[in-house]
């Protein structure tokens, strides 16, 4: 949600009305983030900057970082170049599966520790020093932040309910109302409803959703690993940073 209304300048229940095609809910099959360049070509003519030239760049592994760092000279060219570097969503994801991690990152000291030591060593960072002493101006962002998740809190849907465990929407849930934040009306606060009566319920703190259904596994399995969707101050503030050239 947060990247394509970014890319787009909309919250998600416009882009769904604008982009019916390329817009996808939780529930249907396919990437959520497959249209970010389309969004952000249509953001910038609806400012009057549709003439800019522009790039977008999405590294998804370390080949492209590399490839990246090699022709980052060539999008000195271009008005306006986006990047979209996805490493920080996958060390929380794989900090989740692998046991090593978990031991390597246990809280968040150690997660930022391993994230500082990564960014030291990688080829954004390799890129950033080739242009260090070019005439640009560069915008740091992310999307979301993430917290470590510590309380389980029990909740019951349908089949069509989503999987992450900071936020559910689905037609039939059934939660305690005292443990969530709830809104029966999506477009309430800009989100789209995937079917009729759908409605949203998202984690405060560090709660973390879970199904009755294995609910043990679950609550041992998911317990202390970072997750992001939910209500909390470092989920929610997107930090911007704003770089010159020295």
């Known amino acids: 949600y947060a990247r394509n209304a970014i890319f787009s300048g909309m919250l998600p229940v416009d882009i769904e009305k604008k982009f019916s095609q390329q817009w996808k809910n939780d529930d249907e099959e396919g990437g959520k983030n497959l249209f970010e360049e389309e969004f952000f070509k249509a953001q910038l003519k609806a400012l009057g900057k549709g003439d800019l030239r522009t790039s977008y760049t999405k590294v998804l592994n370390n080949q492209a970082g590399l490839d990246l760092t090699n022709n980052v000279h060539n999008l000195l060219n271009n008005d306006l170049n986006v990047i979209v570097y996805n490493f920080v969503d996958m060390l929380s994801h794989a900090r989740t599966e692998m046991e090593v991690l978990k031991e390597l990152a246990g809280d968040e000291v150690s997660y ?29 962002a992310t999307d979301h932040g993430s917290v470590r998740v510590k309380t389980p809190v029990k909740v019951i849907g349908d089949k069509q309910t989503t999987t992450n465990l900071r936020y559910k929407h689905g037609r039939n849930l059934n939660y305690d109302p005292k443990e969530v934040l709830a809104f029966r009306e999506p477009k309430d606060i800009g989100l789209p409803s995937p079917t009729i009566n759908s409605s949203y319920i998202f984690g405060g703190e560090d709660v973390f959703l879970c199904y009755p259904n294995n609910y043990n596994h679950y609550v041992n399995y998911y317990r202390n690993t970072f997750q992001h969707g939910g209500v909390s101050l470092e989920e929610m503030i997107v930090p911007v940073i704003q770089m010159v050239s020295k």
């Open 112 to 140: 930022r520790s391993i994230t500082a030591s990564w960014f030291e060593h990688s080829p954004l960072h390799q890129a950033l020093k080739k242009i260090a002493d070019k005439n640009v101006k560069i915008v740091l």
